[in-house]
């Protein structure tokens, strides 16, 4: 493998230079752009004689310094870099560049999506375009001047205002854009292209008037609406919760069908994924809705957390991510079934972000070491960040926490900070300490909390004794202890009455004492309040109880799962047995109790396969699959008329109306539609284990009047049915929606997960189809990365054949795209939690990889963390 060098966060220094202004002015062509690039540069060390800017397939045409052409002597180019000699204290640089937009597969800089420009400069694109100090801290005013054909390309965005527009010779145009904040290069944007426009306003508390545009391509402007309203109610909600206003006169939003994240916070003129911005009610699940909600509002409050306050280097990536998906969880949570959005959550964290803190790339969430910054984009950094400023926010309280986001934005607005700026601003805010809390920005893996209890009936005294242990990592062979928020409840199982307590545990070991006439049960991580991992020896009794006597949500879902894994890992152990009472008596409780239709749902679903894995050590993959398929059919047979009776009301429930109408907040009519939708599918995914209930899954596809249920009957039809009923409606969902790129994509997906022998043939199949193609990241993602992530049975193939697809996938893709690439591999590189034997195949499949020539940046990476570990 190549050689690549690293950074590392002990090696900051601050720029040697600063720049004041940007002056761009872009010259549109798919083969031959040119760049332009006027920049004002001062030096802050005195003693540096040297300019160096960053700069990757560029070409360079010219460059003047204070007016006056370089010669050749004054300056060297090279791959990565223009390095200009003998600068002045102050200067003027003038730089022509010449771009390849129309042949830049990576998705990075300024490229081609469909018949549009666009750019995508985080972390390090902007280098593609122009030179620069390609880097977060230095800050600057853009003025950017877009030229293209006005025919083809009427509409000519970039940050800021629009300050002059107007006609260029031989049937071009120009439009003048000034963005008056300081920004990096990294949050720069221009698109160009021929739209459909949907327009709206804002008018902020202060009663500024704020133009809303959301960019489409032509016919999809009807799927931007719900886009346009989640606008609206997060910028509403910022202003009520934060205080924090919008402060440009425009905010526009672009969606692209070819794009390597979610979205991009640009300033004033976010760049979006498509799949985050079009919804209707025929095309768009519940979850699609509420995804691109939560993505708009994510990226709307980056505007604050991320643009005004920006990040000093990329190790502080958390500062503004983790910041930030804080926010866009408490704004679902506020705008739907809070209980629900917060377990959704833990999901995600528990099955992805747990295999990532117990993989070869675990890494704090303050990251200290770098070889290819985009590895770095990461449940690690986004939702495990965020988990830590869940952590500050309990800690601190909703009033302590306002008080700790004024003070960061009072002392830091418009600067590049750290982690640490942030922290101290809600130490200093508080009058708390803080000091030992920062361990959690620095220290990398999962902690494990061991819980033990006594009981004192004669003293009526209960005592609670916690030790944090976090396991060991080659990067970090010692851990230190950390401050853990541990919300626990404390239920009497006499008087019923439950008790609400927050612990804060800042040593490897404390003991906590209460006072108590009975035993208490105790309901740990109360909204799951730190991102742990805990052995506590409960009963299946003292489990139940929190189910039936338990006051907070997750704990009582928690509680349901623990007992399904229990029942699992039992299974698992003892592969003739029968399911014990423990699931029956569980699921029973369940069955009647009065949750609401969403939260029931979450209550029957059996713990994800990735979840399962993390609990567990050096498993073998399909005996587990085996053991969760043999609970589930116990499950379906044991709570037939159940499942039925519940699968008939919610379906009835269902008929009654037109299907999505976009408002998804939790009280809202449609609110609850989307609960019956949600348990709907939950049932069917049961009752289709029992193939008298087959002509059910067709039934509920040929009737449903939204893509909620069609999904979900195509899912348990590609999971459980016989493949002659799945490849029906499969067909028919193709013939319907062969024109609508997203929709075809959950296509793709579900064709990637079915349950057939025949399925690396079928796989083989796809990618040859006219309609995919691995120079779109979402078409890759919805084959590959869906076979990869979702389809586990085939993925584990006993011989290897899956790890061998998806690593010859990866070495195509790396060619094309290497952050897509880098991506993909993540569910090889996590073979230390499965058995020999399949590890050992899972090995094989990256030394394949391995043995290629000029890998990227990006899959060398991973690859040396992962075959280090072997």
């Given at each position: 493998m190549s050689e690549f060098t690293a950074k590392y966060l002990a090696d900051y220094l601050p720029s040697d230079f600063t720049i004041d202004t940007v002056n761009l002015t872009v010259e549109l062509d798919d083969h031959h752009t040119r760049v332009t690039n006027t920049l004002a540069v001062k030096k802050e060390n005195l003693e540096q004689s040297q300019l160096i800017l960053d700069g990757e397939h560029l070409k360079l045409v010219s460059a003047k310094l204070n007016g006056e052409q370089l010669t050749s002597d004054a300056f060297e180019q090279t791959e990565h870099q223009l390095t200009i000699f003998n600068v002045p204290d102050e200067f003027t640089l003038e730089l022509v560049t010449e771009i390849d937009p129309a042949n830049n597969t990576a998705l990075e800089g300024l490229y081609k999506s469909g018949g549009a420009f666009c750019t995508q400069c985080e972390a390090e694109g902007f280098r593609r375009i122009t030179y620069y100090l390609d880097r977060p801290d230095v800050m600057a005013i853009f003025t950017t001047k877009v030229i293209a054909d006005k025919a083809t390309y009427p509409y000519l965005l970039a940050n800021g205002n629009p300050v002059e527009r107007g006609e260029l010779a031989n049937g071009k145009h120009f439009v003048t854009w000034h963005d008056p904040f300081r920004k990096p290069c990294y949050l720069f944007a221009l698109v160009a292209g021929d739209f459909d426009l949907l327009k709206d306003e804002f008018v902020t508390q202060s009663g500024r008037s704020v133009a809303l545009e959301i960019f489409v391509d032509r016919g999809n402007k009807h799927k931007a609406v719900h886009a346009m309203d989640s606008l609206k109610r997060s910028m509403a909600w910022d202003e009520q919760v934060f205080g924090l206003e919008y402060d440009l006169d425009i905010y526009m939003i672009v969606a692209v069908d070819f794009f390597n994240m979610g979205a991009m916070e640009n300033k004033g003129l976010n760049v979006f994924n498509s799949k985050y911005v079009l919804a209707d009610k025929d095309s768009a699940t519940d979850t699609d809705f509420f995804n691109i909600e939560a993505v708009i509002a994510h990226e709307y409050f980056h505007n604050w957390t991320g643009n005004r306050v920006t990040c000093r280097d990329w190790f502080q990536l958390s500062l503004k991510e983790g910041l930030t998906v804080f926010r866009d969880q408490q704004f679902s949570a506020d705008m739907h079934s809070s209980a629900v959005t917060r377990i959704q959550n833990v999901k995600l964290l528990r099955a992805q972000q747990?295999?990532?803190?117990?993989?070869?790339?675990?890494?704090?969430?303050?990251?200290?070491?770098?070889?290819?910054?985009?590895?770095?984009?990461?449940?690690?950094?986004?939702?495990?960040?965020?988990?830590?400023?869940?952590?500050?926010?309990?800690?601190?309280?909703?009033?302590?926490?306002?008080?700790?986001?004024?003070?960061?934005?009072?002392?830091?607005?418009?600067?590049?900070?750290?982690?640490?700026?942030?922290?101290?601003?809600?130490?200093?805010?508080?009058?708390?300490d803080l000091s030992l809390f920062k361990r959690w920005y620095s220290?990398?893996?999962?902690?494990?909390?061991?819980?033990?209890?006594?009981?004192?009936?004669?003293?009526?005294?209960?005592?609670?004794?916690?030790?944090?242990?976090t396991p060991p990592s080659e990067a970090q062979p010692e851990k230190r202890h950390l401050h853990i928020p541990i919300n626990i409840e404390l239920i009497d199982p006499v008087t019923q009455q439950v008790t609400n307590q927050l612990l804060e545990l800042t040593d490897v070991q404390q003991t906590w004492q209460f006072d108590a006439s009975n035993q208490p049960i105790v309901a740990l991580l109360g909204d799951f309040s730190a991102p742990v991992k805990t052995h506590f020896e409960q009963s299946v009794e003292e489990l139940l109880s929190i189910i039936e006597l338990g006051d907070n949500s997750f704990c009582i879902w928690?509680?349901?799962?623990?007992?399904?894994?229990?029942?699992?890992?039992?299974?698992?152990?003892?592969?003739?047995?029968?399911?014990?009472?423990?699931?029956?008596?569980?699921?029973?409780?369940?069955?009647?109790a009065d949750y609401d239709d969403e939260?029931?749902?979450?209550?029957?679903?059996?713990?994800?396969?990735?979840?399962?894995?993390?609990?567990?050590?050096?498993?073998?993959?399909?005996?587990?699959?085996?053991?969760?398929?043999?609970?589930?059919?116990?499950?379906?047979?044991?709570?037939?008329e159940n499942l039925i009776g519940?699968?008939?009301?919610s379906e009835q429930l269902l008929q009654k109306t037109d299907g999505n109408t976009g408002d998804h907040t939790n009280d809202s009519a449609e609110g609850k539609q989307v609960a019956a939708r949600s348990l709907a599918n939950t049932c069917l995914s049961y009752l289709s284990m029992l193939p008298k209930y087959h002509h059910i899954i067709?039934?509920?596809?040929?009737?449903?009047?939204?893509?909620?249920?069609?999904?979900?009957?195509?899912?348990?039809?590609?999971?459980?049915?016989?493949?002659?009923?799945?490849?029906?409606?499969?067909?028919q969902f193709?013939?319907?929606?062969?024109?609508?790129?997203?929709?075809?994509?959950?296509?793709?997906?579900?064709?990637?997960n079915m349950q057939v022998d025949t399925i690396f043939e079928r796989l083989e199949q796809l990618m040859a189809r006219d309609d995919f193609a691995l120079t779109n990241p979402n078409r890759a993602r919805s084959l590959i990365g869906a076979f990869a992530m979702q389809n586990a049975r085939y993925f584990h193939d006993a011989q290897g054949k899956g790890y061998q697809f998806l690593a010859e996938?990866?070495?195509?893709?790396?060619?094309?795209?290497?952050?897509?690439?880098?991506?993909?591999?993540?569910?090889?590189?996590?073979?230390?939690?499965?058995?020999?034997?399949?590890?050992?195949?899972?090995?094989?499949a990256l030394e394949l990889i391995a043995a290629q020539p000029e890998l990227s940046r990006d899959i060398t990476e991973k690859l040396n963390a992962a075959l280090l570990q072997h």
């Open positions: 747990f295999a990532e803190d117990a993989g070869p790339m675990s890494h704090p969430i303050r990251p200290e070491k770098v070889m290819e910054m985009n590895n770095f984009y990461t449940l690690t950094v986004y939702e495990k960040g965020s988990e830590v400023i869940r952590m500050l926010h309990t800690l601190l309280g909703q009033q302590g926490f306002r008080q700790g986001m004024d003070l960061y934005f009072k002392r830091f607005d418009g600067m590049a900070v750290t982690c640490d700026d942030f922290v101290d601003a809600m130490a200093d805010a508080n009058g708390k220290q990398s893996g999962t902690p494990e909390l061991t819980v033990t209890q006594q009981f004192d009936a004669e003293l009526n005294k209960f005592k609670l004794t916690i030790v944090q242990h928690d509680a349901g799962q623990k007992i399904m894994a229990q029942e699992v890992t039992f299974l698992l152990a003892n592969q003739n047995a029968k399911p014990s009472e423990s699931i029956t008596r569980m699921m029973a409780a369940v069955m009647k939260f029931k749902a979450l209550m029957l679903t059996l713990p994800s396969f990735e979840e399962l894995v993390s609990g567990l050590n050096k498993v073998n993959p399909q005996q587990l699959l085996d053991a969760v398929e043999q609970l589930k059919l116990f499950i379906a047979q044991q709570f037939e519940l699968y008939q009301t067709e039934q509920q596809f040929t009737q449903a009047k939204e893509m909620t249920s069609k999904l979900g009957a195509l899912q348990s039809a590609v999971r459980h049915a016989p493949l002659e009923v799945g490849d029906k409606i499969l067909s193709e013939q319907t929606w062969l024109e609508d790129t997203l929709v075809m994509d959950k296509w793709f997906s579900l064709q990637a996938q990866i070495i195509a893709m790396d060619k094309i795209n290497p952050q897509v690439a880098s991506r993909l591999i993540t569910p090889l590189i996590q073979f230390k939690a499965f058995d020999e034997h399949h590890s050992e195949l899972m090995v094989k």
